[in-house]
Every structure is written in C-alpha cells, then in structure tokens.
C-alpha cells in the first residue's frame, strides 16, 4: 500500500516535468553545432560562440535557481513549478526563430532562469510527500524519468531540423501546464505557511562558516555530474580528435548515452540506498566507479567511435545519484528553507559549468584536451569526495522541521 505514493499524480507530474526539463536544458548542447552551422559561422566560430551561448544558458540557472528557491519557500513548491514552466517553454520556442548569436545567448540565458526552478521544486515536493520508509524511491524515480527526455531530445533534433526540436520542447511545456492545474501543494509547506517563520531567506546559508560550509559542501557534491555532462559529453567531438579517433564524435549523441545511462542510474540509485540504509554510502560508491569510467574515458586507449559511447553511457550510470543526492540536500535543511536550499544547490552546480568550460579552455593550450580535462576532473572528483564526507547521513530523517 506505501508504494502507492510513487504513483501520484504530484510525482507522476514531477517525473513529466523534469522530463521537459531535461530535453529544454540539454536541446543546446545537442544542436549547437548544426544550429550555429546554419548561421553560416565556420568550425572554429562556432566553438567560441557556442561556449559563450552554453555559458549564458548557464549563467541564467544559476540566478535563476536562488530566485525560484526562494518562492518556493515564500510563496509555495507549486507557484516555482508553474512560473518556471512557462518561462523555458516560451524561451525555447523563441530560439526556433533566432537568426544571430547575440539573441540566442539572451534566450537561452532566459531559458536557463526557467529551468533552474523546475528540478529543485519538483524535487521539494516529492520528498516531502512520499513517506520517509521509501523516500528513496521518489525522487530517484522522478530522475530516471526526467533523464529520458535527453534521448528524445535527441532524436528530435536526428529526426527534425534544429529550429523544429526547439518548437517541440516549448510545446511540450505548454501541454504539462494542464496537467499540473490538479497538483496538491505540500502538506508541510502548508503548515508552515501558518506560522510566523521566516521562509526564504537565501542569506542563511551565509551568516555564520558553519551553514556557508554545510552549502558549500551539498554543491560540490554535485559537480561531478556537469563535469561528465559538460565536459566530457559536450566536447566529445574534440575528445575524439585528441584520440585518434577517425569517425567524428557527435558531442550530441555523448550527451544522449551519458543521460540514458543516468536514466539508469537514477532507478538503480534508489533502491541501492534503501539496501544499504544509508544516502552517503550509495554516492560514494557511485561516485568512484564514476571517477574511474572518466579515467577509461580519457586514457582507455579508446579507437572507435563505438567504445566511445559505451564509456558515456556506463559514465551516466555513475553518475546517476542526482536524485538520491538532491534528496538529500531536501533532507538536510527544514520546511523553511527546503526549496531554497534544494533548487539553488543544483542551479549553482550546473552553474559551475561557467567556470570549468573556462578552466578547460584554459588547460587544453597547454596541457591538450585529454591533460585538461584530466586535471579539471580531479579536482571536480577530489572536491566531491571530500566534502561527502563530511556531510551528514540522512537516511531516514523526520523532515517536519524548521531552521532557526
């Protein structure tokens, strides 16, 4: 009887949306290159300016994650779900029509405000609705569903030219609002919004070096996942050349395995955690197996194409606890300032691709693609671990609490 509600329709609508979350977020980086193509720019052009696009679309989650986190503290998880819908969806249908760059990157930075509030909402509510007993299953279900949307983004731009995937995502974002019209707001929000607490306030999290690092540490856990999805997926093209590898690499199909095999990841996550009684020791696990595929993934002596995307693939698995962890940062901090804490945490690491695409850039002139990435991922890896580490175990934690 528990089981049933993991098939509600606030999580069933949770799943849905972050899969249109997932196929807006990543539609970029998969057309990046025949979009920016169609715009007559050459290879090398279309490197730069790409970078500068997928630095603004991350630049947007990151302002945009505080500001949905702290509504849905203020004003409830359902008004963030709502309002950051329909701003990426509007956004990414706007993309369809760009015909230069500098209109692009403004879309796309407000395509990436919208977005930063879907993940961390949708993960708010779900954690505080499915009884602690399974809490595991919830968001990792919703995860697993979501990272589907990366292949069907996909084969919409294989299958479709790039403006028509863009017009595809916008719809489909459309369409989920009618869904979400018969959502139920949490019970513990709701409670709370009686009381005179204070709700929202985003500076907690630096009033004193204990709460900065207690959030400095639930952010660096994440890192790693836009390393593989950023980093390794998205200049898989020029991974490829720095191997020898004959056959161009589509950066666009390394993202679609890498996210398929966080699909995987995610539903395996879940019921890992609830075996083990413990979140911290299902991370860590996954966690190294995912440093080790980054190492095959670089230095594997990897000579096909094939073997290429294998390694994307069995990375996502790895890398398939951003559920099981973003749970846990919801269990980490009281109904007051859940969703602040739980969608600003994942915006600022996706934001966190800013400064490692520039690291990156930084690396390669010196060290080649293989040596900068190589020593971006153990310090992304080495960061992660550490601070695991000294973050708390969460397993079965009442949430009904408040932060004073």
Known sequence: MKYRALFTLPVIVSALGFFVDVYDLLIFSIVRIPSLQSLGYSEEEVSKIGTFIFNCQQAGLLIGGILWGVIGDKRGRLSVLFGSIITYSLANIACGFVEEPNTYALLRFVAGMGLSGEIGAAMTLVTEIIPKEIRSLGPTLVAGVGYLGAGVAYFTQEWFDWRTAYFVGGGMGLLLLLLRISVFESGLFLELKEQKISRGNYFYFFSSWSRFIKYFRCVMIGVPTWFVVGILGTFGNE??????????????????????????????????????????????????????????????????????????????????????????????????????????????????????????????????????????????????????????????????????
């Open 239 to 404: 991974f490829g050349k720095a191997l020898g590898i004959v056959e161009t690499i589509s950066p666009g199909k390394c993202v679609m395995f890498i996210y398929l095999g966080l699909t995987a990841g995610d539903f395996f996550s879940g019921p890992l955690s609830q075996w083990l009684h413990s979140r911290r020791k299902a991370i860590i696990y996954l966690m190294f197996a995912g440093a080790i595929c980054a190492g095959t993934y670089l230095y594997g002596g990897i000579t096909s194409p094939t073997t290429l995307y294998i390694i994307c693939f069995v990375s996502g698995i790895c890398t398939g606890y951003i559920g099981l962890y973003l749970m846990m940062v919801a269990e980490l901090y009281g109904t007051n300032l859940r969703a602040t804490a739980t969608t600003s945490v994942p915006s600022i690491v996706r934001g966190m691709a800013i400064p490692m695409t520039l690291a990156f850039q930084g690396f390669k002139p010196t060290f080649g693609a293989l040596g900068g990435a190589a020593i971006l991922g153990v310090i992304c890896y080495g960061l992660a671990f550490l601070s695991l580490a000294k973050t708390d175990e969460t397993f079965g934690k009442e949430l009904d609490f408040v932060e004073k």
